[in-house]
């Protein structure tokens, strides 16, 4: 019997790892054996010092993913599986991107087709997102009788206007990478054929950035977007810790003032 492919895909690539959801058949829907597969790969990037910046995407050119399988999940409500709801504890995979608050890594979005329901809420808990003009978004949970529990109802009314967000969570209404980039979803959206390159454009200038500022920086706007500005500087955060003290923090000015390009070490 032949092996089946694995439903992600990771490689690492200099200072950049590519995850690429695998089931382009199904236009990457996910399944609880991705997720499971899923969290290994993002155990193993957030160990990995060498990893500076991830880049997330969906196999072939329809779809980043369309979100759950849906077909399984018929299979589990006619098994008598416990319905979902908001968030994925105590389900494969947990805790999923959209739940790993402490990520450090920044993770960039590549969309190309659809990143509807669950795909699109994993654009949504990414750091960057660039897209193909042929980009298409929905989260349509409501027409399915369904909430979108992998944080698409939090995070939303968070990243848009509120009205625009009800608008687009109440009626499950598709918009396009234009309408996307308007509101702010998106860091860019280019023709089909220089996404890649775009992408790379947004990754490579992450990696060539002090790893450990940049750890810093994405953990205080993470923790503090909520805070009153008072709180926020008052507060204390793990990777600043590390960064004011680190070889890094002294290289960076070192390299200006010897006018050179600065060689971090990341401690």
């Not at 990771?10 to 499971?36: F, S």
């Not at 920044?106 to 980009?135: N, Q, T």
């Not at 992998?150 to 990478?177: D, E, M, N, V, Y």
Request: net charge negative.
């Amino acid at each position: 019997m032949t092996p089946e492919a694995p439903r992600v895909l990771c490689e690492r690539d200099g200072h950049v790892a590519r995850v690429t959801l695998n089931r382009p058949a199904v236009l990457n829907a996910m399944d609880l054996r991705m997720h499971a597969e899923l969290a290994e790969i993002w155990d193993a990037v957030e160990a990995d010092p060498e990893v500076r910046v991830v880049v997330l995407t969906g196999a072939g050119d329809r779809a980043f993913s369309v979100g759950q399988d849906l077909r399984e999940r018929a299979a589990l409500n006619a098994d008598g599986a416990a319905p979902t709801t908001f968030g994925s504890r105590g389900l494969p995979g947990w805790p999923r991107l959209t739940e790993r608050f402490a990520f450090s890594k920044p993770v960039i979005a590549r969309i190309d087709g659809y990143a509807l329901g669950g795909g699109f809420e994993l654009v949504l808990a990414c750091d960057l997102a660039v897209a193909s003009d042929r980009a298409v978004f929905a989260l349509p949970e409501a027409t399915l009788g369904l909430v979108p529990g992998a944080g698409g109802a939090f995070r939303l009314a968070r990243q848009i206007p509120l009205k625009t967000a009800l608008g687009l969570l109440l009626t499950g209404r598709r918009f396009s990478a234009a309408q996307a980039l308007s509101w702010g979803l998106l860091n860019e959206v280019v023709p089909a054929d220089e996404l890649d390159a775009c992408t790379d454009s947004w990754a490579q200038s992450i990696a060539r950035s002090a790893p450990l500022a940049v750890r810093a920086i994405k953990e205080a706007v993470m923790r503090s977007v909520d805070m009153p500005l008072e709180q926020a500087f008052a507060t204390r955060y793990v990777w600043e810790e590390q960064r004011m003290r680190s070889e890094d923090a002294v290289e960076g000015p070192r390299a200006f003032a010897e006018r050179r390009e600065p060689v971090w070490r990341g401690r």
